[in-house]
T-cell receptor, first 113, second 111 residues
Framework: GAVVSQHPSRVICKSGTSVKIECRSL??????MFWYRQFPKQSLMLMAT?????????EQGVEKDKFLINHASLTLSTLTVTSAHPEDSSFYIC?????????FGEGSRLTVL | GNSVTQMEGPVTLSEEAFLTINCTYT??????LFWYVQYPGEGLQLLLK?????DKGSNKGFEATYRKETTSFHLEKGSVQVSDSAVYFC??????????FGAGTTVTVRA
């Protein structure tokens, strides 16, 4: 199955700054990638579906101007948290659908001070 | 809409005990059902899946049967080990190409 890698695994930033998280599909050409957010001791919530070469599809309640998604190639999607605030602190996870299964990256833990 | 309701934890067991984590779902059509596991400090991994009614998924001693009549996909293991300590997520893949997760159940197995 697909191998998905995220970078960075952990990032700490100051309030008001922007942070970019990369998601790479290492051995699979992914036209679609999914971005999830996981709060402590809670489930994963789908934020958006990233489509290669076109605009991402955001779930209801997710601010598209806050969470910028770019899927410029079949192996890379990026999530940029703009003007981050402490409430944006969370675990962000990307995934790729391949042959009937979702494969997940290791996740990126964002802490906004 | 589609949703997954999962037994809340945390669950604490002794080694070799029997584990059951209940999962029920609401969905239109015929979804595929999954159990994912998240070990401490790691990402999510697929544990098992079932794509149609009466299918039984199994892996690493875990089993779950897709029951359409009760809209359930309960996870079971007959004899747990310390290494089974993890968070378990029930999930549903629906016709709108989205994976919906349950809340997750934290399982701790003590030696």
């Amino acid at each position: 199955g697909a191998v998905v890698s995220q970078h960075p695994s952990r990032v700490i930033c100051k309030s008001g700054t922007s942070v970019k998280i990369e998601c790479r599909s290492l051995d699979f050409q992914a036209t679609t990638m999914f971005w999830y957010r996981q709060f402590p001791k809670q489930s994963l919530m789908l934020m958006a579906t990233s489509n290669e070469g076109s605009k991402a599809t955001y779930e209801q309640g997710v601010e598209k101007d806050k969470f910028l998604i770019n899927h410029a190639s079949l192996t890379l999607s990026t999530l940029t948290v703009t003007s981050a605030h402490p409430e944006d602190s969370s675990f962000y996870i990307c995934s790729v659908w391949d042959t009937g299964e979702l494969f997940f990256g290791e996740g990126s833990r964002l802490t906004v001070l | 809409g589609n949703s997954v309701t999962q037994m809340e934890g945390p669950v604490t067991l002794s080694e070799e005990a029997f584990l059951t984590i209940n999962c029920t779902y609401t969905a239109t059509g015929y979804p595929s059902l999954f159990w994912y596991v998240q070990y401490p400090g790691e990402g999510l991994q697929l544990l098992l899946k079932a794509t149609k009614a009466d299918d039984k998924g199994s892996n690493k001693g875990f089993e779950a049967t897709y029951r359409k009549e009760t809209t359930s996909f309960h996870l079971e293991k007959g004899s747990v080990q310390v290494s089974d300590s993890a968070v378990y997520f029930c999930a549903l893949w629906s016709n709108d190409y989205k994976l919906s997760f349950g809340a997750g159940t934290t399982v701790t197995v003590r030696a």
